[in-house]
């Protein structure tokens, strides 16, 4: 290991077998590498020797070894692209990650890339023509891996026309219909934009329209038949979506009580079964400029549609408002077919052996403390927020995942194991976790670019830390509790909702990681500040009346360069001082697990970061004890490329 800080690399150093031949090329030393190898563990510098130093006693003497002899296209740390595709690739990551430059070495995950963020640079590769699946950017986390397996070629089929007609409800969709909401018209997501310029209203609609042909899941339609509900794609959305509200004539506050009004009206104005599911509201507040407010059900849209709808509708309006014909980026699979693939799924053979599993996983749900006996209601509902500075949010994305080799969901759920298992005294806890659902389920399939409600919501079992464990050590086993989980966790809702499942309690708490959202439509390609979120929230986004489904809920976030979690809790079961006190004790252990993680002396490897070699932790742990420096990451690889 080579470097100091976060600029610690692998160094290799090589022997020829026959001193006439000299070693292979360092392109034939990573490729052969690879075979057996992830990325991270990939050398960074390849030295020819002529022979390795030994110590006495026959060990390879590192302080003997001569530095790196820069046998690759590195300066001052980064390896530049060789090739068109590295250049592509390492551009697009550059641009969805934030930052000034790529190189082809760089982890993904290392420099704050997460699963939501993979799904984009699946999309934004695609529109160059590069395809790749997320899972083969998870397996091949480096621009120099990603390259090898990027094609010009795109094994998904899918329809570029309108796609119309019944479709199978998805897990998500049917947990939905099972709370029996009793206005369930009335749960939305939405967003209120700034406008840079003074919009049109005709090119809005006919922005807005190509929107709503292009994504086919905003023409749906919901209708009960019997005890169950059905879905339906209509062939066109014959109501008017658009409208102007004008504001003038108020002052400020008054203007933004009007505003919220009119939007609570929008968000209220959701028909399930005669539409439509998305509105978009025009306010004209006259000299102060204007503001447009979208709203669709969440039966119809996620977090991972909205850079795309936000993308789309800036290049739709930029093309309407020159007279243009609007011409979007091509389809990826829709919703439909997706949907239908997730039925095929739920009765397989493969799904069937994971039953045991999940119901291990739900059965070991503990109730948590309670402050009062009072109903868990949507009218009782509220919330607080708490935020890591810019600084540790800063290396919670850059630094903290190297040292592990993890990603920020197994940092964030390890901290929130420890706190809850705190708070409950249990060893264990069990929580709802939600993912964005988009897993790879056929080569065919695509929907990096797909608008649609994909959730995935399943219980994960999370531990705290024991008598004299380091930070490390309950992180290591999130770390691998989360590799364990079986198809990213959409098996759960498969088997729960789609096949014959009796459920149990389940779990409690739920928790969300929502990516980085201001860094995710930033870089969505869309014309720069055309429609900009204002990140203020108008009107209510669901019903009040009815119950919740859990007594904690922790939506978390980057959002303009900090962390941020909002704790969700009934004022009819918790105080707001209990919630309080433990979203600031979770601060402080995040604070402490970044602070251990980037510690020189601190990191090393899991057993799933050897998924082949069949090791546990202790064995792991006693082949790293067997080198200089068994806690730094990359050791066993430097030794190994050395003897």
């Known amino acids: ?68 002899d820069g046998m690759r296209p590195r300066l001052d740390g980064f390896a530049a692209p060789t090739t068109a595709t590295e250049e592509l690739l390492a551009g697009i990551w550059a641009q969805v990650l934030g930052l000034d430059r790529v190189g082809v070495q760089d982890n993904f995950f290392e420099l704050g890339g997460d699963s939501i963020i993979s799904i984009q640079v699946v999309a934004r590769a695609r529109k160059v023509g590069l395809h790749f699946t997320v899972a083969q950017l998870f ?40 709370q029996e909401t009793r206005e369930p018209g009335h749960f939305n997501q939405s967003m209120l934009l700034e406008v840079a310029e003074p919009v049109e209203t005709e090119a809005l609609r006919v922005a807005v329209a190509a929107l709503l042909e292009q994504h086919d899941a905003l023409r749906s339609r919901f209708v009960r038949e019997g005890t169950h509900w059905a879905g339906r794609v209509m062939a066109a959305e014959p109501a008017d979506v658009v409208h102007v509200v004008e504001t003038t004539g108020r002052d400020d506050q008054d203007e933004w009580a009007f505003l919220d009004a009119r939007a609570d009206e929008a968000q209220a104005g959701l028909d399930l079964a005669d539409g439509p599911l998305v509105r978009v509201v025009l306010f004209d507040r006259g000299a102060r400029g204007q503001l447009l407010f ?145 897993e790879d389920v056929g080569a065919d399939i695509d929907v990096s670019r797909t608008v649609g409600w994909f959730t995935s919501v399943y219980p994960v079992v999370l531990g705290g830390t024991s008598g004299g464990d380091d930070p490390g050590a309950a992180l290591r086993r999130t770390k691998e509790r989360l590799r364990e989980v079986p198809r990213k966790g959409q098996g759960y809702g498969l088997l729960r909702h789609l096949g014959d499942w009796e459920p149990g309690p389940g779990p409690e708490v739920a928790f969300n990681y929502l990516g980085q959202t201001t860094q995710a439509v930033d870089s969505a390609g869309a014309p720069a500040g055309r429609f900009r979120p204002t990140g203020r929230a108008l009107g209510r986004p669901q019903a009040t009346l009815g119950d919740r489904t859990h007594l904690l809920e922790i939506n978390s976030q980057i959002a303009h360069g900090r962390l941020e979690l909002v704790w969700m809790y009934s004022d009819q079961v918790h105080d707001e001082s209990t919630v309080r006190r433990l979203a600031q004790r979770y601060i402080d252990a995040l604070d402490e697990l970044i602070a251990y993680c980037c510690r020189p002396d601190t990191g090393g490897y899991t057993p799933s970061d050897f998924p082949l070699a069949g090791l546990d932790q202790d064995v792991l742990d006693l082949i790293q004890q067997r080198f200089d420096s068994p806690a730094v990451p990359g050791e066993a690889a430097e030794s190994g490329g050395a003897s």
């Open 294 to 438: 979208l709203v669709a059900h969440h039966l119809v849209v996620d977090g991972v549609s909205w850079p795309v709808l936000l993308e789309d509708l800036s290049v739709a309006y930029g093309q309407a408002a020159r007279g243009l014909p609007v011409r979007l980026p091509a389809k990826t699979t829709s919703f439909m077919r997706w949907a239908q693939r997730l039925t095929e799924l739920a009765h397989s053979p493969e799904l069937a052996a994971e039953a045991a599993y999940w119901r291990t996983a739900e059965a070991t749900a503990v109730p948590l403390p309670r402050d009062h006996d009072g109903p868990n209601s949507l009218a009782s509902l509220r919330d607080l927020s708490v935020r890591l500075g810019t600084e540790q949010t800063e290396r919670l994305l850059r630094d903290v995942p190297g040292a592990f080799h993890t990603q920020i969901n197994d940092v964030l759920l390890s901290v929130l194991g420890t706190v809850l298992t705190e708070w409950c005294a249990t060893p264990h806890v069990t929580v709802d976790l939600e993912g964005h659902g988009r």
């Open 1 to 68: 290991m080579v470097g100091e800080g976060t600029d610690r690399r692998l160094a290799a150093y090589a022997v020829p077998a026959d001193p006439a031949d000299g070693i292979p090329t360092v392109g034939e030393l990573r490729d052969h590498l690879r075979r057996g190898l992830p990325d991270f563990m990939i050398p960074s510098y390849f030295t020819e020797l002529s022979a390795l130093p030994l110590t006495p006693n026959g060990k390879v003497d590192r302080n003997a070894l001569p530095a790196p």
């Open 139 to 178: 397996d091949h986390q480096t621009v120099a891996g990603l390259a090898t397996v990027a094609t010009a070629e795109d094994a998904a089929d899918a329809e570029q026309g309108p796609v119309v007609g019944a479709f199978p409800l998805t897990p998500i969709q049917r947990w939905f219909f099972e």
